[in-house]
């Protein structure tokens, strides 16, 4: 799986937008791009994924490059909760290894 | 519908004991996934199960891990003898493998092993 580049922390204000950005200049055709956080002692936590197309869930949208070459984890309103490390992970679609590779991600603090 | 459950949430060991963690994936999940963090580094790979079934056992440290998954549904994961840099946390995690691939893997809290 192809290697991403994160910025290792951000802040943010609470109730504000949060923009987390993805450097993955060597993604494949077939790679989905994955964002996990991790909370303080839990274990990560799916976030959302998308390949071409942005996407939208309920915790966050994901606003993916034409080239595909980066991307952004865009979290609409910033709660103390969203405090946690994002791990942009790509992920090859039915590749041979199911597993994730975790990089050291981008740890987000939000102030009250 | 519960999540993926491990314990225990807590081991503290000499080093040269046996300890056992155990993971109980969320049901109809036959992927199965053992991950860890020892202090200060990234999570790292263990190994993946499809059903009873080892996928890929490659980031197994050595052989004083052993992982089973007997009847494709909870798993275990032995170490013994247990050493000092096994200490880290343990997760567990589980996806089912539909029409995406190997499915978004949902994590349990995790074990902290800490081996004195």
């Known amino acids: 799986d192809a290697k991403t580049t994160q910025p290792n922390s951000m802040e943010s204000n609470e109730e504000e937008p949060v923009h987390l950005p993805c450097n993955h200049s060597?993604?494949?055709?077939?790679?989905?791009i994955h964002w996990y956080r991790q909370l303080p002692s839990q274990g990560p936590e799916y976030v959302i994924h998308?390949?071409?197309s942005n996407v939208n869930n309920r915790m966050a949208s994901l606003a993916i490059a034409e080239d595909r070459k980066s991307s952004t984890l865009i979290l609409h309103r910033a709660t103390l909760r969203d405090a946690a490390v994002y791990y942009c992970?790509?992920?090859?679609?039915?590749?041979?290894?199911?597993?994730?590779?975790f990089g050291k991600g981008t740890k987000l603090s939000v102030k009250p | 519908e519960a999540g993926v459950t491990q314990f225990p949430s807590h081991s503290v060991i000499e080093k040269g004991q046996t300890v056992t963690l155990r993971c109980d994936p969320i049901?109809?999940?036959?992927?199965l996934y053992w991950y860890r963090r020892v202090m200060g580094k990234e999570i790292k790979f263990l190994l993946h199960?499809?059903?009873?079934?080892?996928?890929?056992e490659s980031g197994m440290p050595n052989n004083r891990f052993l992982a089973e998954r007997t009847g494709g549904t909870y798993s275990t994961l032995k170490v013994q003898p247990a050493e000092l840099e096994d200490s880290g946390v343990y997760f567990c995690a589980s996806s089912f493998a539909g029409t995406r691939g190997w499915g978004e893997q949902y994590f349990g809290p995790g074990t902290r092993l800490t081996v004195t």
């Open positions: 199960f499809v059903k009873e079934s080892k996928q890929d």
């Open positions: 049901s109809g999940h036959d992927n």
């Open positions: 998308g390949l071409t």
């Open positions: 992970i790509l992920k090859e679609y039915g590749g041979s290894q199911g597993n994730l590779i």
């Open positions: 060597t993604i494949s055709g077939t790679d989905y």
